[in-house]
């Protein structure tokens, strides 16, 4: 049986986490254009030249903070961020675009997406962090939970 769109691309995203060097969660995500082309991927992970946490430790983890809190103490971009700066970077535009990712978006991305143009989000697992889903609807981006994978 063939798989569905929203199948095939969020399979890649959890490829893409594969690439990840978060010690607490690796996120993949993929930006598609409306007529179903991949336009980037991203995952979690530290800055281009920087050391990688699981090379140098957790600093979140060494201060115990909680998922889904202080997120900018953290030596890792997350994967959707990512996506934002390699288009910016490379000259691919987001506009109107739709994000599969393996995980909710925190609130940073979600503004990081929204303004880059992207319209929609669709993702697999929760995360902890409900100010995200209200900034989406605030600014008009359909946020979808998959459902059956």
Request: aromatic share 6%; hydrophobic share 35%; proline share 5%.
């Amino acid at each position: 049986m063939r798989k569905s769109w929203d199948q095939y691309f969020m399979e890649i995203a959890y490829l893409v986490a594969s690439r990840s060097t978060c010690l607490r969660r690796s996120v993949g995500a993929v930006a598609v254009s409306g007529d179903n082309r991949i336009l980037g991927t991203g995952y979690n992970g530290a800055l281009p030249g920087a050391p990688h946490c699981d090379q140098v430790g957790c600093l979140r983890d060494q201060l115990e903070i909680p998922p889904g809190q202080r997120q900018e103490i953290c030596r890792a971009q997350h994967a959707e961020a990512n996506i934002c700066n390699f288009a910016a970077r490379h000259g691919v535009a987001l506009d109107g675009a739709t994000v599969y990712v393996t995980n909710q978006p925190c609130t940073t991305c979600i503004k990081a997406m929204a303004t880059s143009g992207i319209k929609k989000v669709i993702f697999d697992g929760d995360y902890p962090d409900p100010f995200a889903c209200q900034i989406a609807r605030e600014v008009g981006m359909e946020l979808v939970k998959l459902k059956g994978g």
